[in-house]
């Protein structure tokens, strides 16, 4: 049992990072794929026998790589020089070009979000092979049928394998084509990392770090654009509370009462710098937009001081960018804080109507957050039941419960008058 803990704890660490230089060196997503899972089998076996590697991860991809490039000269291809010659940087850019940054990882994402391919198949993929997630994971969170997920990753490995895609970062004057794909792949990557639909804790700081850095690069690589800066920020003031959501058992600690003395100062200040210099640039965006609402919170050293009528400004203005219900609820939730719990109700109850966030459990939880404060816990009570029925995160099944249980015996309360707006 231990011995698979070390196994995982590898694919964890290092897994994206081999299996990025697998696909680099074989061209192939399937076949990086298998090289990569028969290495994992084998260190099962062999450290099992010989004890664990100092170095687990390099064993890994030592092994991996060396059972690539067997099944390639199995195989006959006649690619295998080129395979080979992959080892070394092919054509080295001049020293000052943001273009030859060497990271097989980042040409994975360009790779991934090649304008042939469909928006959600680009997501698919880059969350299996960047975020390491697996497929009933995507089908969480994109929340459809496993089934459906599957065919997209299938569908876009082989519109790469076919269209013959080159493992590279496009030229200088191609970046703009795939700016956008590239952010919302490290938007999705970085929001699972964040609030994962189904890992066993609420935090993947594996895929939180991998998503900054790979920001960082794309900060680099595209540094004209104001919207790769919003996004690094937004990405930096939004982990920076990651110490204070959650328990040290691992419960979900909401906003208003986290501890902000936990919150990482040094991350706050970077990203508000990084947010400045992008809103200098006068191009907004709905990455700056919603770095601009993680800073308001960030500069309340308090919740009593954050400023929620700035912030239902802000949501507001999201809208125009992003015309989503999940970008409607989070502008729902604001305003109840801000101003009206009654008007934020109605505007839950359209969206309930609508059924577009039919599946999402964050819409009941929120419903039944408002009547809780309206003084209305029975109703409330109805719709925690709701979010909890589709709520699949164990660490927000908790938080969801204690808030039910709550809510039944506040309603077996005398009645008192609720909270009016």
């Known amino acids: 049992m231990l011995l698979a803990r070390i196994v995982e704890d590898v694919f964890r660490t290092d897994g994206r990072r081999v299996l990025a230089g697998l696909i680099r060196l074989t061209g192939d997503f399937d076949a990086a794929e298998d090289a990569l899972q028969e290495a994992y089998a084998r260190a099962l076996d062999v ?13 890994v991809n030592t092994v991996a790589r060396r059972l690539a490039i067997d099944r390639l000269r199995r195989g006959g ?5 080129d395979v080979e010659s ?13 273009a030859a940054i060497e ?7 360009f790779i991934c979000c090649h304008p042939a391919l469909p928006f959600d198949a680009r997501s698919a993929l880059a969350l299996r092979t960047l975020g390491g997630l697996s497929t009933r994971e995507i089908a969480r969170a994109f929340v459809e049928p496993e089934a459906t997920t599957a065919q997209r990753i299938v569908r876009a490995k082989r519109k790469i394998r076919e269209a013959r895609i080159p493992f590279e970062l ?8 795939r700016t956008d794909a590239v952010l919302g792949v490290l938007y999705l990557i970085f929001n699972e990392g964040y609030a994962s639909t189904d890992a066993p804790t609420l935090l993947r700081p594996d895929l939180v770090r991998e998503a900054i850095r790979l920001a960082r690069l794309a900060v680099e690589l595209l540094p004209a654009s104001a919207e790769a800066q919003g996004l690094l920020a937004l990405m930096l003031l939004t982990d920076a509370r990651r110490s204070a959501r959650l328990t040290p058992e691992g419960d979900l600690v909401p906003l208003d009462e986290q501890d902000r003395a936990l919150w990482d100062g040094a991350a706050i200040d ?3 710098r990084i947010l400045d210099v992008a809103l200098a640039r006068r191009t907004p965006g709905p990455y700056q937009t919603q770095a601009a609402i993680a800073a308001l919170h960030g500069a309340a050293t308090r919740a009593a001081d954050t400023d929620w009528r700035q912030i239902a400004a802000l949501y507001r203005a999201l809208l125009e960018w992003m015309p989503t219900p999940v970008v409607e609820l989070n502008a729902a939730s604001a305003l109840a804080m801000a101003s009206s719990l009654n008007d934020a109700l109605a505007w839950m109850e359209r969206l309930e109507a609508g059924g577009e966030l039919a599946r999402y459990h964050r819409l009941p939880a929120a419903k039944g957050d408002v009547l ?4 209305r816990p029975g109703d409330a009570a109805e719709a925690y039941r709701r979010a909890l029925a589709l709520v699949t995160n164990p660490a927000e099944r908790r938080f969801l419960e204690a808030r039910l249980t709550e809510s039944l015996a506040a309603a077996s309360q005398p009645v008192e008058t609720g909270q009016k707006s």
Request: aromatic content about 4%; hydrophobic content about 25%.
């Open 47 to 59: 450290w099992q026998r010989d004890g664990v590697p100092g170095q687990p991860g390099a064993w």
């Open 103 to 109: 990271d097989d990882r980042l040409r994975l994402l």
């Open 86 to 98: 992959r080892e070394a940087p092919q054509n080295p850019a001049p020293a000052d070009d943001t």
């Open 170 to 177: 496009p030229p200088q004057e191609k970046l703009d084509e």
């Open 270 to 272: 970077e990203g508000t």
């Open 372 to 375: 809780r404060r309206l003084g």
């Open 77 to 81: 291809t006649t690619a295998l020089p």
